[in-house]
């Protein structure tokens, strides 16, 4: 059943409030999955804080510029379905490539990060992001190793001091 015209306009104002909030997308062609294979990979994206959307062309592209974004027109033909990532990029990612790899009907076309659009390449690259979790082991590594570091400092006269005790204890054992 069609869309009237006042449902055009709330999908439209719906969608652009999304992209507005949205720090990357991908845009993917689902021609010939099932409605079970949308659902799977709706949960899938859902697990890893992203959204999937199928809309039409012509009303992506009036969201894309009532959002004030640029309109990735190499993107938008045939059968468009959008993910759209708030926070994570890479979990989102890695799971729409991984189905992409198990359900080969799911052509990933590209992406949108920052406003810059990407092809299906960078959509890879996006995947091999390091998470949240995975940056945030990282700032607390890069905090303490200084710390690390002070103490193997402070233990290292010690250490040396019991080696050479040690040493001449052994010397005068043997002699």
Known sequence: MPLTRSQKVE???????????????VVADYRGLTDAEMKALRAELRKSGAEMTVIKNT???RAFEMAGLQTPEALLSGPTAIALFTEDLSSPSKAILDFAKKHELLQIKGGLLEGQVL???????MSKLPT???????IVGVIQA???????????PMRDLVGVLKAYVDKGEAA
């Open 11 to 25: 999908v439209v104002e719906s969608m652009a409030a999304r992209l507005r909030e949205a720090g990357a997308l």
């Open 59 to 61: 009303l992506a592209r």
């Open 119 to 125: 092809g299906a390449d960078g959509v890879d690259m």
């Open 132 to 138: 949240k979790d995975e940056v945030r082991g990282m």
């Open 146 to 156: 200084p710390s690390r570091q002070m103490v193997s400092l402070l233990q290292a």
